[in-house]
């Protein structure tokens, strides 16, 4: 039997958990990039242009602070994106894999492009 999971269902994770949410960033061996996190910002719901999953993506770009040291080095590069329900606590609720993990290196700035942070929720659930 299939579950039909609406537009409504998709706004309402938006609204009541997403947009409440802070960013981090996890190196490859599985530890938080001393950086600090970020709101998640602005986001938007697209629930037409897929048809499988309803999109929930950033509208505003993310950016981290400069590193003053190599918070992420060429071995233990930027791997994941993390999303936890505070600033400061271990309340992960998501986390996806970077395409190619990224060092993070004294000076550099890390950012996370407008439409690049993707929530997907299943329409269809079997």
């Known amino acids: 039997m299939a579950t039909t999971i609406t537009g409504l269902y ?11 949410c802070y960013v981090a960033l996890i190196r490859n061996d599985g530890t938080e990039c001393p ?16 048809p499988t999953y309803h999109i929930i ?18 071995t233990n590069p930027v791997a994941k994106v993390a999303l936890y329900m505070s600033e400061n606590d271990d309340d ?8 190619t993990p990224k060092p993070y290196l004294a000076g550099d700035q890390f950012r996370i492009p407008i439409g690049m942070l993707q ?5 269809v659930v079997e």
């Open 10 to 20: 998709a706004q309402l994770v938006l609204d009541n958990i997403l947009s409440n």
């Open 35 to 50: 950086v600090g996190r970020l709101s998640v910002g602005s986001l938007a719901l697209d629930t037409t242009s897929d």
């Open 119 to 123: 929530f997907k929720i299943q329409k």
């Open 57 to 74: 993506s950033n509208t505003t770009e993310l950016v981290f602070p400069v590193a003053s040291s190599n918070v992420a080095p060429i």
């Open 92 to 99: 992960k609720i998501a986390e996806t894999d970077l395409a």
